[in-house]
């Protein structure tokens, strides 16, 4: 089943049925568990990545010392303890095999491997920019995308330690604000939210370039943007609004709207949950 998955800075996981429109059910940690002795109410989860099979996810918190909570995507529970990660993880990225984090913490790039409690920290600074707000990791694992300050996007290879290939401004003459990337299942295609203009910019991907290809209005301040596995669409969340909305990817056309978000949502996810439980 299609499920949407929102974290919220409210303290707040809203799941989603995309295609019936209605909320399945919303996780509620208000405060703690804390790892690092830090109490601050409300926890903020402020990223999210899914397993490729769909039935775990681990959800970043960054107001307590950066912590990593796991949750049970079949039962859509939380799970086992947190675990320290970091300052602030803003991106969490999941490799393919399941074995490996890629999380953005403060403009480094921590790598993780199973079981992710522990791993390096590597800074990249592509040409133009000392600040990362944002990445999103291809499928294939050998291009990210990265957000960069005044509204710049880099392509990255990673399979060349991260070498920069191309860089863009989305803009113009306006202040977009950035806030954060998605790349098309296959790779070709990247939506970029811009809050400050609420609106989403398309760009096309090929091995070594970007290219602007239109921005449309969207409204209600767009903080996440998901494709679907199909890439025939893509969940856009709305902070100012509570809402998400599903965006038509052909016509670039806004095909559905969905309420029920409680408030204040950071991102999404688009998940395919198989109907039996599997443990992590």
Not at 73 to 83: D, N
């Amino acid at each position: 089943r299609t499920t949407l998955v929102v974290p919220c800075l409210s303290g707040h996981v809203v799941f989603m049925d995309p295609w019936n429109q209605r909320v399945l059910s919303t996780l509620e940690m208000l405060a703690g568990p804390e790892l690092s002795g830090v109490t601050e109410v409300p926890n903020q989860f402020t990223s999210l990545c899914i397993a490729p099979s769909g039935m775990f996810a681990y959800l970043g918190e960054g107001n307590e010392g950066g912590q990593m909570f796991f949750v049970d995507m079949a039962s859509q529970a939380f799970g086992t303890a947190p675990r320290l990660l970091g300052d602030d993880p803003e991106v969490l990225a999941m490799t393919a095999d399941g074995t490996t984090i890629y999380a953005l913490d403060n403009g480094s790039i921590r790598v993780l491997t199973a079981p992710f409690l522990s791993g390096a920290s590597l800074i990249f600074q592509p040409a133009g920019t000392d600040d990362i707000s944002f990445f999103a990791l291809s499928r294939r694992e050998d291009r990210a995308v990265m957000v960069g300050e005044d509204d710049s996007i880099f392509l990255m290879d990673v399979t060349s330690s991260w070498a920069l290939l191309d860089e863009v401004h989305v803009g113009g003459n306006r202040l977009a604000e950035v806030q954060t990337v998605a790349l098309s299942p296959n790779g070709t295609q990247a939506i970029v939210t811009n809050v400050t203009d609420q609106s989403l910019t398309f760009l096309a991907i090929t091995s070594t370039a970007l290219t602007v290809v239109d921005t449309i209005p969207i409204g209600g301040g767009p903080t996440g943007v998901a494709f679907t596995d199909d890439g025939q669409r893509a969940v856009v969340s709305l902070w100012s609004t509570n809402q998400a909305k599903i965006i038509d990817i052909s016509t670039r056309t806004v095909a559905a709207t969905l309420d029920g978000i409680v408030r204040a949502p950071t991102g999404v996810l688009v998940a395919e949950i198989l109907p039996s439980r599997t443990r992590h």
